[in-house]
């Protein structure tokens, strides 16, 4: 029998404490069913750490975890659950980098400049955990994303709540429309494997490779665009200057963590566009301290104490916020406003919050406001305005009564622009940057300006081909219509529908008899979703890389609250599956109030939705029968959990996220102690099913006696397990009941 074991894995924040809790339940539950659960920890500290081996001792040592995982995707027995882990922006990695050098880890600082060879060394070493570092590694497959139906039944039953729309809203998407990503893009499909360059060609001749040993496969979709600095520069004085004059509250909204060289980079113009005067009179001062703008407010106005004038450069900055129009707010009562931490506002959560929210972002006096949401580049800005026209028209979207949109998200090997990392520069002068092949031809060229943004991105064939199939096999399953979210006269989409017709055509995605299958451009799909949306019928958006991050919490964050209760699969493209448990966009206020009140409001139903799929995919694979039951009762127990309503609450007093697990044993003991597939497992779980029952309200009681005052767990970035493990399993009873399993 084939090896029956599950990789579960450490990651950040919320989901990471989430686990101190919730795997001691795994473990002892799949130990009964023969199933090994085994951990590896891809946090951002521990990615931090594994990369410099040499500098620590063998008790601070880690192995590269997530390049283990990156080779266990690649083979059939690949059996992974994948919690959301942290996208590391420049900031939050200083942050990590300090902790860790806290507790006594000898870890080089993090060079911005660097100017040696060892700095670049260290450089390199720290650009490989930053950003999008994980999912690209694992995502050796498609994406398959959705509402479970109990997640729908349960968000039908019990809608959440929706902020009102009226049709005299002011909030809109202001977006460049020209010299971005989008306009200037080039797209090629290679005819054969190569080796490529990437070189930048100055006014005056002289040559920069910017990028050597670019291996490209046949058949492979290749991109190159840029976003011009000056355009950049002028849309946004524009933009600035509109919100003042409507009133509305001014955002922007950008991906600074997943497009970690590009993103990070518009957000610092956007920070000295909006205190143009401020940076025209100290720019040069807060350069000479190493303060930059994108890095943000945050880290702009931590480092003017110590400066001998940071009180004058202050005082300039909070002049401009008086005078500019108002900007909205992360938070309100702490002053922290929209430009002051480049990850603290990250658009596939904030848009889809500010449309359920009715239009309105929370402005400086702690109310809800209309809003100008910037989004500079025009790729995806027209799916969001698209949204808002239609809440405008026909009002807020109805939980009770809508339709669904699952996606089919294209993002294997690295797909599209989240593999553009390596391939994105910030153009030092004037030129012509050009991407050569092995014979020296030309393959594209973009006339550049010095500032500009210029990045490559690659698409392989065989994760096209798969994307297409996994498409007409989800259109097969639910008899929805699959419709490809492509605009053909976008460069890089046209190649992709190309590629699209031919394979629906060549049989090669399966029969297409009976199924609807159309290629829209985006914000056309949207309206087309939106239509079928209110009459209640489901449409799978089949999407590129960004549009499936977008998608997938878009819809979701209107249909059921949130995208973490989704059920996203990535059926691996050599037979493993990789198993996700949503998403992570509001981990960091959790951990807060944890630390404050010892209170955790992380609802871990994605990982519950992850782990049935993960037992029911290891009992098809090993031929593990009790696996299958695990999955059955887990999903019997799941929905009455749902039914229950034993997510956590949103008060002291209430269960949290270890009362929801404690609720998710009780219920899974249960049903594995009535279930008569497998006599042996029933009479296992039928004593813990009894003592949790009888000591329900003496567990419960444990459980929320420990609330209200602050909880230590040893760190953020890399918690104390002894530390964390007691904040997180605080009640004797219910440990001493598994511990009995």
């Known amino acids: 029998m084939p090896m029956a074991k599950i990789i579960y894995t450490h990651t950040d924040e919320a989901p990471m404490l989430a686990t101190y809790s919730f795997l001691p339940i795994v473990s002892a539950y799949a130990a009964k069913a023969g199933v090994d659960v085994e951990t590896r920890d891809i946090s951002l500290a521990g990615r931090i750490v594994a990369q410099f081996p040499e500098r620590l001792t063998p008790e601070q040592a880690q192995p590269d975890a997530l390049a283990e995982l990156g080779e266990l995707a690649t083979r059939p027995d690949a059996n992974i659950i994948k919690l959301p882990n942290i996208s590391a922006s420049v900031p939050q990695l200083k942050a990590a980098i300090a902790e860790l050098q806290g507790k006594g880890y000898d870890l080089p600082d993090y060079p911005e400049e660097p100017a040696t060879d060892e700095e670049r060394e260290t450089r390199a070493r720290y650009d490989k955990v930053k950003g999008s570092a994980v999912n690209p590694v694992l995502r050796e497959g498609n994406s398959d994303r959705r509402a479970p139906a109990s997640v729908k039944n349960y968000a039908k039953a019990h809608p959440h709540r929706m902020g009102a729309w009226t049709g005299d809203s002011k909030t809109a998407v202001a977006t460049m429309g020209h010299d971005d990503f989008f306009s200037n893009e080039k797209s090629v499909i290679l005819p054969a494997a190569d080796t490529l360059r990437i070189e930048h060609v100055a006014a005056d001749g002289e040559v920069t490779v910017l990028k050597d040993g670019l291996k490209v496969d046949a058949g492979e979709v290749l991109d190159g665009t840029f976003m011009s600095a000056a355009a950049l520069d002028a849309f946004l004085v524009d933009v600035i200057a509109r919100a003042k004059e409507q009133g509305v509250l001014f955002s922007v909204h950008l991906k600074a963590t997943m497009m970690k060289v590009s993103d990070p980079i518009i957000f610092g113009h956007v920070v000295k566009a909006f205190f143009g005067d401020v940076f025209a009179k100290y720019g040069s001062d807060l350069a000479a301290a190493g303060l930059s703008a994108n890095d943000g407010l945050g880290s702009i106005f931590a480092g003017l104490e110590s400066l001998p004038n940071g009180a004058e450069i202050r005082a300039a900055f909070d002049a401009a916020l008086r005078e500019g129009p108002e900007l909205a707010m992360v938070n309100s009562d702490k002053g922290i406003t929209n430009l002051h931490v480049p990850s603290d506002v990250i658009v596939d959560a904030s848009m889809p919050a500010m449309i359920r929210g009715g239009g309105h972002m929370w402005g400086p006096d702690g109310n809800e406001a209309d809003a100008l949401a910037v989004i500079p580049d025009s790729s995806y800005a027209g799916v969001y305005q698209a949204v808002i026209d239609d809440c405008k028209a026909n009002g807020a979207l109805d939980p009770a009564t809508m339709g669904s949109v699952p996606n089919v998200g294209l993002m294997a090997k690295k797909a599209e622009e989240y593999g553009s990392h390596d391939k994105t520069f910030e153009i030092p002068s004037d030129g012509v940057v050009r ?71 060549d049989g090669s995605a399966g029969e297409l008899g009976g199924l609807t299958l159309e290629i829209m451009a985006p914000a056309d799909a949207t309206k087309y979703s939106l239509e079928r949306i209110r009459k209640g019928e489901d449409t799978i958006s089949v999407t590129g890389n960004v549009l499936r991050d977008y998608n997938t919490d878009l819809f979701p964050i209107l249909e059921v609250g949130t995208s973490a209760k989704m059920l996203s699969i990535v059926p691996l493209m050599n037979g ?16 807060q109030q944890l630390v404050e009140e010892d209170y955790l409001r992380w609802d871990s139903l994605g990982e519950f939705f992850a782990l049935a799929a993960s037992f029911e995919h290891l009992a098809k694979f090993t031929g593990n029968a009790r696996a299958q039951v695990l999955a059955d009762t887990l999903d019997a127990a799941t929905g009455t959990f749902l039914n229950e309503d034993r997510s956590p609450g949103r008060k002291l007093g209430t269960i949290d996220n270890r009362g929801s697990h404690f609720y998710l044993a009780l219920y899974w003991a249960r049903e594995l102690a009535a279930q008569t597939a497998d006599a042996e497992l029933a009479a296992a779980f039928a004593p813990l099913a009894e003592k949790l029952g009888a000591e329900e309200e003496s567990i419960v009681a444990e459980l929320i006696a420990v609330q209200g005052k602050p909880a230590d767990i040893g760190g953020y970035y890399q918690p104390d397990d002894e530390k964390a493990s007691a904040v997180m399993r605080p009640s004797a009873i219910f440990n001493e009941a598994l511990a009995s399993l």
């Open 435 to 505: 991407i050569v092949d092995g014979a020296g031809e030309t393959v594209m060229e973009h006339a550049v300006a010095a500032g500009d943004i210029w990045r490559a991105c690659q698409t392989k064939d065989v994760a096209i081909r798969d994307w297409v199939k996994l498409a007409v096999t989800r259109a097969r399953a639910t008899g929805a219509p699959a419709v490809f979210w492509l605009d053909e006269t976008r460069a890089h989409d046209a190649r992709l529908i190309e590629k699209v017709r031919e394979y629906l055509d």
């Open 576 to 591: 493993g599956g990789l198993f996700e448990t949503g998403a992570g966009g509001s981990a960091p206020k959790h951990v």
